[in-house]
Structures are given as C-alpha cells and as structure tokens.
C-alpha cells in the first residue's frame, strides 16, 4: 500500500471553508505580517551598550574572549579594533560578524547571568511550513479490529514514544488541538442554530455532530495506551514478531524499527529541547509555537478535517514568526568543532511524515453510524 502524501503545509492564500455556505464563516482577521521562520533570525538588535551592562570592562573581556574562540574555530580574520574604544570595538565587530555566516549559522551576541557579552553561532532548523498532525481514528480502528491486534500493539508502543519522551501533545489534554476542535465545535453549533439547510447539509452537520462525540470517546479511551509504561526491549521484541505480510506491513514496521533506533540514540530527547521560544523579540499571540504545528489529532479523512485545517490556516495567518528547532553554540570557552547538529531532528520529522501517511492510509473514510 502506497502512503499517501502525509504532512498539510499551511499557506498565506486558503480557500473557504468546504460544506460551508459563504455567509456563514466568520471572516478572518486583516492579515499585517508575513511569516518568518523565526523571530530571533530575524529581529533587529539593538546596539550592544544598548544592553544592560553591569561592569563594562567585564563585558569588553569576555567579547573578546568569545570572538577569539571563534576566530581558532572557524578560521575567521577578526577586524581590527585595537585603536578603537568601548563599545565601537565591539560594534565594529558585530558589523562584520552581521554578514557572516558559520557553518550556515548566523552569528549573534547574547548574555545570561553568567555571562554578559558572549558570541554565539544560531542555525534554526526547517520545518518547511507544515503541519505534523498525527491521526489517532486509525489506531481506534486497530484496536477495534480482533484481526489488527499486531498492528495495534505496534502502533501504541510507538505513539507511547512520541507522547511520553518526544512531548507530542494529545489532542484529549489542555492545548492548542483541544482548543480548536473546541472552537470547531461552537462554530459547526452556531451554523446548526442559524437553520436554512437543505437536506444534504443536514445530514452533513448530523455527521460532524457525531464525529465530536466519537472522537472525543476514542480519544479518552486510547489516552491510557500513550501513557503506558515505555520498555525499550518490549519494543524490540514486538518490531521483531510483527508479521509482515503485506507492503503497508513492512512500511509500518520499518518505522517503528526507525522510531526504536532514534529513542535508543537520543532516549530522553524531547522536541521542546531544542526550542527557544525565550530568545524572541515576539508577542505570544504573534507566534506559531512548536505544540500548534506537532500534536496528535483525531483524523484527516472525517468530515471535520477540511474545516479543521481551514481554521488552523486562518489562524497562522495571523502569527508573525513561528517557532522551529534552534542550535546554539556558545563561544564563552574554546571549541574544537562546530556544534550544529540536526540529526535528531532530520530523522524524527521524516519519520512523523511517514507515519502519519501510514496512518491515512488505514483511515477509514466512511462516515460515521
């Protein structure tokens, strides 16, 4: 079974909202912002005696102690300040390191308590705009099916990994996906409310009325299968036996395997671990967190899903930069290679996006009874 194209990418331009009537959607907020990757690449920082110093001649020392370690690391000819005083030293500098990139890295000044004036090299990692929803009505319908107990075990032990070590968010749990389909709920009730449906939008609405009780049942059963007690070897041993008949059952077990590999490489590893949302310049409203673009949710085959995406949609619209996995390396003592490493990244949002097509494919598209 051929996946089928698995990650929403979410976009400036959306259409209206599908089995919807054009006078019934409340229209959305004028959008005042385009979206940057990230608001930390892309802030404009105040000059550096902007900041606030407690002991200048400290701060001057521990620049250039930094930049010094920099320089031995990546090769880099510093300009030459030595006639210049506190602070233009250090502006001159920060002029030149403003063009200059490091191991594809951008270059800013930063301070922490224990340090007030150190150089950093920051590269952000790119998520490429897309939503990373995971279904969860597949796995309901695996473990509904005495015939897909095998399938089920796999999948749980895997969800299990994603929920309790990587922090990918349940859609049943306070947060953004619980939000929405909340607010998806009092939307579809107030158009319910406002009548003059014809009979087919009626049975449509009926269908979406239900799919809420459905998923909300589901979701709350299921929620003890991702909290379940996590054994690495349990795991192993369930990827070892699965049968494997079928391509789709091949497909689903290399992935679990690739999941295994990557909790047994990075085995506390978070997703919120490499997240800086504190080194932002942005409101909290003005940005796309890492929870609103990566959480379990309860299905892209129902008829929720086109109006569920549009308001997500409509929503980012609105945000000014959005939050993505950032390196940081200090340069406050002297380093002996670039520290810029994605590797836990590249391979868990591969695996998220072959997962979740996995998923689809099981899905069952039929409507509820």
């Not at 690449?41 to 920099?70: C, I, M, Y």
Request: proline share 6%; hydrophobic share 35%; aromatic share 14%.
């Amino acid at each position: 079974m051929e996946t089928t194209s698995a990650i929403r990418g979410f976009y400036p331009k959306v259409r209206p909202l599908a089995r919807c009537k054009g006078d019934t959607g409340k229209p959305a907020k004028k959008r005042t912002k385009g979206t940057h990757r990230n608001g930390f690449l892309t802030h404009s920082f105040q000059p550096v005696w902007g900041l606030p110093f407690t002991d200048f001649k400290e701060s001057e020392a521990l620049f250039f102690r930094s930049l010094e370690n920099l320089c031995n690391l990546y090769q880099w000819q510093a300009p030459d300040t030595s006639g210049l005083p506190f602070p233009q030293n250090i502006q001159t500098v920060m002029a030149q390191l403003s063009v200059q990139q490091f191991d594809g890295a951008d270059c800013m000044l930063l301070q922490d308590k224990g340090s007030p004036a150190k150089l950093a090299t920051v590269k952000t990692f790119d998520t490429s705009y897309c939503l990373y929803y995971i279904p969860v009505r597949p796995f309901w319908n695996l473990k509904n099916d005495p015939n897909m107990q095998a399938h089920y075990t796999l999948v749980k032990m895997t969800f299990a990994y994603l929920y309790q070590v990587v922090g990918v968010p349940h859609y049943r749990e306070p947060g953004y996906m619980d939000n929405t389909y909340d607010s998806l709920e009092n939307w579809i009730s107030e158009i319910d409310d406002n009548g003059n449906e014809d009979e087919e939008e009626d049975d449509f609405r009926k269908r979406q009325f239900a799919e809420f009780e459905l998923l909300k049942k589901a979701g709350d059963e299921l929620l003890p299968d991702f909290k379940q007690p996590l054994n690495f070897q349990d795991w192993a041993m369930l990827i070892l036996e699965f049968p494997a008949m079928e391509k789709y059952e091949t497909d689903l077990r290399d992935v679990a395997q690739e999941f295994w590999k990557l909790a047994t490489d990075y085995p506390n590893r978070a997703i919120k671990d490499n997240m800086h949302y504190e080194l932002t310049e942005t409101e909290a409203s003005d940005q796309i967190y890492w929870e609103n673009y990566i959480s379990f949710y309860w299905s892209g085959s129902d008829s929720l899903e086109q109006m569920l995406f549009e308001m997500v949609n409509n929503e980012f619209q609105e945000m000014g930069f959005q939050e993505e996995p950032m390196s940081i390396h200090y340069y406050d003592t002297p380093q002996e290679k670039p520290g810029h490493d994605f590797d836990f990244e590249t391979r868990l949002f591969a695996l998220l996006n072959a997962i979740t097509g996995l998923l689809n494919d099981l899905d069952d598209e039929e409507p509820n009874e």
